[in-house]
């Protein structure tokens, strides 16, 4: 009878444990100050003449819920129309530059483009042979899982488990986060490599391969965001 009473006890715990435990709260993104991203760069013997672009999400979706007891709980998911993209933004290039050299990522400041040289690489990039925005008008990416492990020597000490669709097809990535929970405020850092390849695009490449890509790029985000309630 003593045993059925410290069972009975111990589910009454584990029931109320359960029932007590928040719900995930939805939280606001702060876009204004919110960075998602697309870091390419040149590839070939003319690397040294071109330049890396900066794409950048001006326009997008986001809804995001944290389980502020359990953050690998919580889920993320931004859509992005592909014609609201922007390509080498100066304020964005200014913001971003420091801190994806801090990381490793680019080795020199990222330089402003003109005008007329980021429309041209718009029209390469939204063309058919590449992001297609004709057939493929979104961007999605989703967080399936965060956590406070490392990924391999990353300087980021966290890790996101994200789902990135491009032209209908989507690649998970174990990325390289920080994850910063303060009260009612979110800031999130994460960083993945992805290859144009991956996703069914060839690297852009013209003048007979001598101006080219590289296959890789990289996903950076910085995510500001505010419990909404």
Do not use: C, W
């Amino acid at each position: 009878m003593a045993v059925l009473f410290r069972v009975l006890v111990v589910v009454a715990i584990l029931a109320f444990g359960s029932a007590a435990r928040a719900e995930p709260v939805p939280y606001a993104v702060d876009t204004a100050n919110s960075l998602f991203t697309v870091l390419t760069r040149p590839a070939g013997p003319a690397a040294a003449f071109g330049h890396p672009h900066l794409i950048v999400a001006q326009a997008f979706e986001a809804t995001l819920e944290v389980d502020r007891d359990e953050l690998s709980a919580s889920r993320f998911t931004v859509v992005v129309p592909v014609r609201e993209l922007a390509f080498n933004p100066p304020e964005a290039l200014r913001e971003a530059s420091p801190r994806l050299r801090a990381l490793g990522v680019i080795d020199r400041p990222l330089t402003e483009l003109s005008p007329r040289e980021r429309q041209s690489t718009r029209e390469v990039a939204l063309s058919p042979g590449q992001l297609d925005a004709e057939r493929h008008p979104e961007v999605k990416a989703r967080l399936l899982e965060a956590g406070e492990f490392r990924v391999g020597d990353a300087e980021l000490p966290h890790a996101a488990l994200v789902a990135l669709t491009v032209r209908g097809r989507e690649v998970t990535r174990l990325m390289p986060a920080e994850i910063r929970l303060d009260g009612e405020r979110l800031e999130v850092e994460a960083l993945g490599e992805y290859r144009f390849t991956e996703f069914g695009i060839e690297p852009f490449s013209a003048a007979f391969g001598l101006l080219r890509n590289e296959d890789r790029f990289h996903l950076y985000v910085k995510l500001r965001a505010e419990a909404a309630r």
